[in-house]
């Protein structure tokens, strides 16, 4: 089954909290993408609170920022943790969604 989860939320908001615990409960069991929007861009950033727990989802996971939202938030592609995919297009993004994934959550 394939996994979407779409991140709006920094760090530092609860609504990131709640996907830090909730992801656990598909990690190792399905296939997940991480789509990383709006705010979500912040925890791409390689100095956050929860960027080490970001790391090692990479291990198990597809995490894709939205690159005019990192601009737009003065966020370089050398302030990001290795690994994060980029992609420029928002509707590359919606088709992903709507053709690929089984499910989607959003915090």
């Known amino acids: 089954m394939l996994i979407g989860f779409i991140v709006t939320k920094t760090p530092l908001e609860e609504g990131f909290y709640t996907f830090m615990k909730f992801i656990d409960i598909y990690v190792g069991k399905d296939d997940i993408n991480v789509y990383l929007l709006s705010n979500g861009v912040y925890s791409a950033k390689s100095n956050h609170l929860y960027s080490e727990r970001v790391r090692k989802l990479l291990k198990n996971c597809n995490i894709i ?28 993004i919606i088709i992903d969604i709507m053709e690929n994934m089984d499910q989607i959550l959003s915090f």
């Open 65 to 92: 920022a939205y690159l005019p939202d990192l601009e737009a938030r003065g966020i370089s592609k050398t302030q990001l943790i290795e690994g994060i995919q980029l992609i420029n297009n928002y509707d590359d």
